[in-house]
């Protein structure tokens, strides 16, 4: 009943011009007195590890400045076995699994076709991991593995929520939220690491593309050819939300779903089960 609730609740809230509003105000720089205020409030609430950021909290001119930081070198070691496939960012895992009949679970009873979530069809049997970023998160979004993006899709869409109640009453919900898909091209075959916006989380922007999400653009699609070692970051977030791993056949997952993941940690190896 309290799912079904806060689901109807969000249903009468424009969620385009409410995630829009937070998103200037995120960007806006206040006076220093008043972004201090701003920004103890949100470390008090949500706890990022401050530790690890690049610079002091005084340095971040803006919310959207301190919820993009950079970590510091060093505090996320990767994982730089061969067989491996990394964490793109930190957070907890979902789900994971092998699609099935073109369809990947989002809750008990709830599911979605891996073609709307990409906007254009994928081999059969490829792996998935969904991997859901909390507001204390680092929202960074790396590569599982060294390769090319050579492709990416932007998908506009609405901007449901995607804490786990949203999830669990909400059907089909990640393949209809904004994202944006960007497709890697690697040694153990194509990887495509979806970037799933939410209510508050429109927008995104990518290092090998000036297109910046839920800024009134149109679908598109692009052909890139941008080079990346293991980890190198793809794009960010400018607030919360949700990442969609699709991998080959040949991927083992090792993480269950729960898991708290780290960027650069070995969530996955390439070989048989």
């Not at 059969?124 to 050579?150: F, M, N, Q, W």
Request: hydrophobic share 45%; with cysteine; glycine share 10%.
């Amino acid at each position: 009943m309290k799912d079904a609730l806060i689901v109807t609740a969000l249903s009468a809230v424009p969620k385009s011009w409410v995630s829009r509003w937070m998103g200037a105000f995120g960007r806006t720089r206040f006076p220093a007195f008043l972004q201090r205020v701003i920004l103890k409030a949100y470390v008090a609430k949500y706890g990022p590890n401050l530790d690890e950021c690049v610079g002091e909290l005084a340095d971040f001119d803006s919310l959207t400045a301190f919820f993009t930081r950079a970590l510091r070198p060093g505090v996320r070691p990767v994982d730089t076995r061969p067989d491996s496939i990394v964490s793109p960012v930190d957070g907890v895992c979902s789900v994971v699994g092998v699609v099935e009949d073109g369809r990947i679970p989002q809750a008990p009873g709830l599911d979605y076709a891996v073609g709307d979530l990409l906007g254009g069809p994928c081999a059969p049997g490829v792996r998935y991991a969904v991997i859901y970023l909390s507001p204390k998160d680092y929202h960074r979004v790396h590569t599982p593995r060294e390769g090319r993006v050579v492709r990416f899709r932007y998908l506009p869409g609405a901007l449901w929520p995607v804490f786990p109640a949203a999830v669990r009453r909400i059907q089909e919900l990640f393949a209809r939220n904004e994202r944006l898909v960007a497709w890697l091209e690697t040694d153990i075959g194509p990887v495509a690491v979806v970037f799933v916006g939410a209510f508050g989380v429109g927008r995104i922007k990518t290092v090998f593309s000036d297109l910046v999400a839920n800024d009134g653009a149109a679908g598109c699609a692009g052909v890139v050819d941008h080079r990346l070692d293991r980890c190198g970051e793809l794009g960010r977030f400018e607030l919360g939300s949700t990442v969609v791993l699709i991998c080959p056949a040949s991927v083992q997952w090792t993480i269950e779903p729960g898991a708290t993941v780290k960027l650069g940690e070995r969530i996955g190896r390439v070989g048989p089960a």
